[in-house]
């Protein structure tokens, strides 16, 4: 695919955004859990991993080797999985209560699997002899 490593970088880009956005709301607590900010849960930061993951996806998209697009892959898969990790952590019910989801919740997931089908489409110039 000819824009793949573009919209590949784009798409990393938007995962960063969506890091920062609302993921899950406690209304009894009335605590909003972003990436970043998790209030006075113990969930971690699960945007840093993102944000690492990320960084080396946009790093490894704009190198035009062949081995770069391979590692780009596993970091893409890492950060697959870590948001699937995060749905299911941040989403589970506790105690009788579920928190809310949001739409960057979703987006996270679909974004990061958009991010590992761009992985597997690089555009890689063929010597012809």
Known sequence: MKYSQTIGLMLTA???????????IIE???WVITGWKVAETNFGQPGKFMLYMGVM?????????????????VFAIL????????????????MGECPQKQWALYACI??????LIMTFLPK???NKK
């Open 110 to 115: 679909l974004v990061s699997f958009a991010i």
């Open 28 to 30: 009894s607590r009335q």
């Open 124 to 126: 890689i110039e063929v």
């Open 57 to 73: 996806n946009i790093i490894l998209f704009a190198l035009p080797y062949i081995p770069a697009k391979r590692f780009n892959m």
């Open 14 to 24: 938007f995962l960063l955004f969506l890091t920062t956005q609302p993921l899950v």
């Open 79 to 94: 950060n697959f999985s870590w948001t699937i990790r995060n749905f299911l952590i941040l989403s589970a019910c506790a």
